[in-house]
Each structure stands twice: as C-alpha cells, then as structure tokens.
C-alpha cells in the first residue's frame, strides 16, 4: 500500500526557499509555477548518467588483441584525468579576484594529492603487464607517445616561470621578457625529441607541434605573470609555501620522471640488455632521468647542492634495484 505523505506545512523556511527560487526564475520571464511543474516532470538524476559512465567505459579501445593493452590504454586515460584536475587547480589560482596564502596553499595540497595518487599507482604500469605482451603491442602504436600529452606541457607552463623549462643549457640565460614564441625551440622536450639513430626530429614531435603549439605558446604568454611561481611572488613569499612548493616540484620532476624511468628500463631494453627506441623513437636515457634534463621549477628554493645533484641518488637506486 502507499505511504500517504501528511499535508505540506508552509513554514517560514519553505516560503524562504519559495521566494529565492521565484527570484531566480524570474529572470527566464517563466513564473515561478512553470518552472516548478518542469521540475516535476523532470527525470531523476542518476550516478551513470551523471559521470557519463556508459561513454567513459568504451573509450578503452586497444589496437591488439593483447590482454595487457588494456591496462596500458586505461592507465594513460587515467593520468590524463588527473592532469585535468591538476590544470583546474592551476586555472583556479590563476583567475582569483583576490588570492591569498591560505586559497594558494591549498590548491597546491590538492595538486601534492593528485600527483602522489599519479607517482603511487605508477606500478600499475611498472609491474602490471607481461614484458613480451607489452613489446609485442607496443609496435602497433608507433608513432604515438605519452611525450605527447599536451595536458602534462600545460601543467608545466602554468607551473613556472617558462624560462624555468626551457633546456638546462639555455634557461639561466633567457630572458624572461621576451616573446615565448622566440625562445619556444630552446624547450627541454624539444631537444629531447630527436631520432636515437639520426638525431633528426621525430615524427611523434612534428606531429605534437603542429597541433598544439600555439596553444601552448598562447598559455605561455597568459601565465607569463599568473603562474604557480608568479603568484607566489605576489602574495610575498610566504614561509608556509615554501615546502609545499619544493615537494611539487620534486613530485614532477623527480619521482614522475623517475617512475617513467623506472618502466622504461623494464620494458626497453632487449634480452641482451641493450636499450631499443620508444614508440615515438625519442632517445629515452637521455631524456627521462631527472639528472640529465635538471628541469627545475623553483630553482630560488633549493641548494646550491640540491641542484647540482638533481634526482641522482633516487636514478642510481632504481638501476640498482633492476640490476640486484
């Protein structure tokens, strides 16, 4: 039988809600009555159509019949959700009318979060597929690669200031003032983006370029004052930032790199130990460890000593950890 709901009361606090959402409709010329009634006849929100889950599941679409596609497809897909949240973070404190310490420190919590989540469940990778699986599946995705997630380029241009992620060779002595677009060539990945054998461009890096290079030099220029360094500066350094901003920093350009690394001495190097080219052909030992590309952020918050032996000892134990 059905339960019969007593008659509705209208208390001080349902005529409250009454009048705001009049107050609301108003502005779409409906009265208060009409938009109601919609809400009536509306369906129930429901969890898999909130999160589109029937749309997320079947954007996991390997190239081969290899069982092990599958994780590495889904775990890319996952990462790029995660740089999502870390690029809305960075957009947040970018575009606050009126930023301060405790908003700023925060948002760089969240972001310590996600990356930890990222560098955590890298094992997944790292441990979860069958080596021959992955060096048999891996040839049907050439020329693609992870170098070319835009979303993580984003991350790192609204991270720094951009003369911070150019080429270690050419950083210290940019000048930070002139356009992004003359100095863009001198970028770390750029110069890591070349052929083992030929040391001509990729392919995989042509092609990346051509599709977001001016976005990236338009966000460049957007944050050449709003970004995560920047802003730092503007709320005058507090001492609270100081370690949270260190840790990020060696989040992205230490352990993420280094759990990279870790993958890559894993499944690229043949039986004979010798290293074999990425899918996008790019020369992996010289471009994943932390120690070659000294990519640092916030090179004002770190030792003389810090920097100079950037990421060594943490390379030097995970060779030694494959090795023994």
Same mark, same amino acid.
């Given at each position: 039988?059905?339960?019969?709901?007593?008659?509705?009361?209208?208390?001080?606090?349902?005529?409250?809600?009454?009048?705001?959402?009049?107050?609301?409709?108003?502005?779409?010329?409906?009265?208060?009555?009409?938009?109601?009634?919609?809400?009536?006849?509306?369906?129930?929100?429901?969890?898999?159509?909130?999160?589109?889950?029937?749309?997320?599941?079947?954007? %996991?679409?390997?190239? =081969?019949? #290899?069982?092990? +596609?599958? *994780?590495?497809?889904?775990?890319?897909?996952?990462?790029? !959700?995660? /740089?999502?949240?870390?690029?809305?973070?960075?957009?947040?404190?970018?575009?606050? %009318?009126?930023?301060? =310490?405790? #908003?700023?420190? +925060?948002? *760089?919590?969240?972001?310590?979060?996600?990356?930890?989540? !990222?560098? /955590?469940?890298?094992?997944?990778?790292?441990?979860?597929?069958?080596?021959?699986?992955?060096?048999?599946?891996?040839?049907?995705?050439?020329?693609?690669?992870?170098?070319?997630?835009?979303?993580?380029?984003?991350?790192?241009?609204?991270?720094?200031?951009?003369?911070?992620?150019?080429?270690?060779?050419?950083?210290?002595?940019?000048?930070?003032?002139?356009?992004?677009?003359?100095?863009?060539?001198?970028?770390?990945?750029?110069?890591?983006?070349?052929?083992?054998?030929?040391?001509?461009?990729?392919?995989?890096?042509?092609?990346?370029?051509?599709?977001?290079?001016?976005?990236?030099?338009?966000?460049?220029?957007?944050y050449r004052q709003k970004n995560l360094w920047q802003i730092f500066l503007e709320l005058d350094r507090p001492k609270e930032a100081i370690e949270l901003l260190k840790n990020i920093d060696a989040l992205i350009n230490i352990d993420w790199r280094l759990a990279h690394f870790k993958s890559a001495v894993k499944y690229l190097k043949n039986p004979k130990g010798e290293a074999v080219e990425a899918t996008g052909g790019t020369n992996w030992q010289k471009y994943l460890p932390p120690r070659?590309?000294?990519?640092?952020?916030?090179?004002?918050?770190?030792?003389?000593?810090?920097?100079?032996?950037?990421?060594?000892?943490?390379?030097?134990?995970?060779?030694?950890?494959?090795?023994?």
């Amino acid at each position: 039988m059905k339960n019969e709901l007593e008659p509705l009361a209208l208390t001080p606090e349902l005529v409250g809600k009454l009048q705001e959402l009049r107050d609301k409709y108003s502005l779409t010329g409906q009265d208060l009555i009409s938009n109601l009634e919609g809400l009536l006849y509306a369906n129930y929100l429901k969890y898999w159509d909130y999160i589109h889950l029937d749309t997320l599941l079947s954007l %996991q679409n390997p190239k =081969t019949d #290899f069982a092990d +596609e599958k *994780i590495f497809i889904t775990y890319h897909q996952i990462t790029e !959700l995660y /740089f999502k949240l870390i690029l809305w973070e960075l957009e947040q404190m970018a575009t606050h %009318q009126s930023i301060n =310490t405790k #908003f700023y420190t +925060e948002r *760089i919590k969240r972001i310590d979060r996600y990356l930890q989540n !990222l560098i /955590f469940s890298f094992d997944v990778m790292t441990e979860g597929m069958e080596y021959e699986q992955f060096r048999q599946f891996r040839m049907s995705l050439l020329p693609s690669s992870g170098f070319q997630s835009a979303q993580f380029r984003k991350i790192e241009i609204c991270m720094t200031d951009f003369a911070h992620i150019l080429a270690h060779t050419h950083h210290e002595k940019a000048d930070f003032s002139e356009p992004i677009d003359n100095i863009f060539d001198f970028l770390y990945w750029k110069q890591g983006a070349s052929d083992q054998k030929t040391g001509e461009e990729t392919i995989t890096s042509i092609h990346f370029q051509q599709k977001y290079r001016n976005d990236f030099v338009e966000l460049a220029e957007k944050y050449r004052q709003k970004n995560l360094w920047q802003i730092f500066l503007e709320l005058d350094r507090p001492k609270e930032a100081i370690e949270l901003l260190k840790n990020i920093d060696a989040l992205i350009n230490i352990d993420w790199r280094l759990a990279h690394f870790k993958s890559a001495v894993k499944y690229l190097k043949n039986p004979k130990g010798e290293a074999v080219e990425a899918t996008g052909g790019t020369n992996w030992q010289k471009y994943l460890p932390p120690r070659f590309q000294k990519i640092i952020f916030y090179p004002e918050l770190w030792t003389s000593e810090e920097k100079e032996n950037w990421g060594k000892k943490w390379v030097e134990k995970t060779i030694n950890s494959f090795e023994n």
